[in-house]
């Protein structure tokens, strides 16, 4: 089974600065990588899928880049509504599609 | 407008069943996978297994593969989850949510998640 790490685990930031957050997996994963955002309280949201692709509705400041073990979620500027956990999640063969452990962006 | 209702809350005793539902609308709900994701307190997200609503093709990871069971009626557009015997470590908040379709649907994300149902179990 494929195993995902994110790194940092926490991030502080401040608003208006960029966040840059890291998602490495145990073994290639054919770019079948999302991100998702969840606010305290609410049901995760997808960002990101197919490791570059913005889900409908997410704003442009959101950006997935990476191949094959090694993927990037890039927030260009914080928003206060963006200091969230931030979860990747892949896809290999066979189900199980493991998420990541997580990071938080919380306010510097 | 797609959405996926859950109940928001259970409270059940060590050893009682439980089966909470996911209701989806808007959408051609048969034709979907339904996932199932548990959160525990504090803790990150969990990925329980999907269900396809029109062949109840039923897919489990191996951590959840006999502790509990996914099942769907799509006549109502609803995908459930069960337990047979709750033990207190079933303490946690689970989602449903719709595996997308389109150029998205090999990816294995969700694009759309219910609520999140509360399921708390205490003597």
């Known amino acids: 089974e494929i195993v995902l790490t994110q790194s940092p685990a926490t991030l502080s930031l401040s608003p208006g600065e960029g966040a840059t957050l890291s998602c490495r997996a145990s073994?290639?994963?054919?770019?079948?990588v999302a991100w998702y955002q969840q606010r305290p309280g609410q049901a995760p949201r997808l960002l990101i899928y197919?490791?570059?692709n913005r889900a409908t509705g997410i704003p442009a400041r959101f950006s997935g880049s990476g191949s094959g073990t090694d993927f990037t979620l890039t927030i260009s500027s914080l928003e206060p509504e963006d200091f969230a956990v931030y979860y990747c999640?892949?896809?290999?063969?066979?189900?199980?599609?493991?998420f990541g452990p997580g990071t938080k962006v919380d306010v510097k | 407008d797609v959405q996926l209702v859950q109940p928001a809350a259970e409270v059940k005793r060590p050893g009682e069943s439980l089966k909470i539902s996911c209701k989806g609308s808007?959408?051609?709900?048969?034709?979907?996978?339904i996932g199932w994701v548990r959160q525990k307190p504090g803790k990150g997200l969990e990925w329980m297994g999907i269900?396809?609503?029109?062949?109840?093709?039923?897919r489990y990871s191996p951590s959840f593969r006999g502790q509990v069971t996914m099942s769907v009626d799509k006549s109502f557009s609803t995908a459930f989850l069960q337990w047979s015997s709750l033990k207190v470590s079933d303490t946690a908040t689970y989602y449903c949510?719709?595996?997308?379709?389109?150029?998205?649907?090999?990816?294995?994300?969700?694009?759309?998640w219910g609520q999140g149902t509360l399921v708390t179990v205490s003597s």
């Open positions: 073994q290639s994963v054919n770019n079948y």
């Open positions: 999640q892949q896809r290999g063969n066979w189900p199980p599609y493991p």
């Open positions: 949510a719709r595996l997308c379709g389109g150029d998205c649907y090999e990816t294995g994300a969700f694009d759309m």
């Open positions: 269900i396809y609503p029109d062949a109840s093709d039923a």
């Open positions: 808007g959408y051609n709900f048969p034709n979907f996978w």
């Open positions: 197919g490791a570059s």
